[in-house]
T-cell receptor, first 112, second 113 residues
Framework: SQTIHQWPATLVQPVGSPLSLECTVEGTSNPNLYWYRQAAGRGLQLLFYSVGIGQISSEVPQNLSASRPQDRQFILSSKKLLLSDSGFYLC???????????FGSGTRLTVV | KNQVEQSPQSLIILEGKNCTLQCNYTVSPFSNLRWYKQDTGRGPVSLTIMTFSENTKSNGRYTATLDADTKQSSLHITASQLSDSASYICVVSLQTGANNLFFGTGTRLTVIP
């Protein structure tokens, strides 16, 4: 069966520090991978998605970047965090419109 | 414009009571509609998925309905339990593309004893 791992669960980082959140998927090949951010009381906002190794599409201009160094690994990064980067970050994978999308357990990022 | 709207924004009900959450969408071309349950501080978990031809889908005490003509869906929760307290998110998919999900902002359900 397929599983998705996301870590860390919580993170407190000072302004200006770098960020690296990692997401890995097991039990499938060539999945579509997604990074979402969810602000308190708001819906999920798509940040990046990837349809293959090294292929990254960005949905909104921001202080973050994403990379997919391996088929089942998706990384969300920042060189210098801003206060506005605080939020709940979710990784997800899917195989297309007719299949389910599975979310990771999320990372609560607080930038102080 | 592709949009998904949910109502109510929040809801408080007594344990044991039933409730119905609403989802209206304008997403086209429509592929499927999913309801997710998201516990506080956790990732969303899929409850049901319905395609164009399906009118209803059940998962235990959760029953989702879909009217593709009016582009409306509802999630009915029967005999609510305290553990049902969560956000319920309606997600609609386009037929094609990797970036094909449209999310509602969710309904925050609180079940009180």
């Amino acid at each position: 069966s397929q599983t998705i791992h996301q870590w860390p669960a919580t993170l407190v980082q000072p302004v200006g520090s770098p960020l690296s959140l990692e997401c890995t998927v097991e039990g499938t090949s060539n999945p579509n991978l997604y990074w979402y951010r969810q602000a308190a009381g708001r819906g999920l906002q798509l940040l990046f998605y990837s349809v293959g190794i090294g292929q990254i599409s960005s949905e909104v201009p921001q202080n973050l970047s994403a990379s997919r160094p391996q088929d089942r690994q998706f990384i969300l990064s920042s060189k210098k965090l801003l206060l506005s980067d605080s939020g709940f970050y979710l990784c997800a994978w899917g195989m297309g419109a007719n299949y389910g999308y599975t979310f990771g357990s999320g990372t609560r990022l607080t930038v102080v | 414009k592709n949009q998904v709207e949910q109502s109510p924004q929040s809801l408080i009900i007594l344990e044991g009571k039933n409730c119905t959450l609403q989802c209206n969408y304008t997403v086209s071309p429509f592929s499927n509609l999913r309801w997710y349950k998201q516990d506080t501080g956790r990732g969303p978990v899929s409850l049901t998925i319905m395609t164009f031809s399906e009118n209803t889908k059940s998962n235990g005490r959760y029953t989702a309905t879909l009217d593709a003509d009016t582009k409306q869906s509802s999630l009915h929760i029967t005999a609510s339990q305290l553990s049902d307290s969560a956000s319920y998110i309606c997600v609609v998919s386009l037929q094609t593309g990797a970036n094909n999900l449209f999310f509602g902002t969710g309904t925050r359900l609180t079940v009180i004893p």
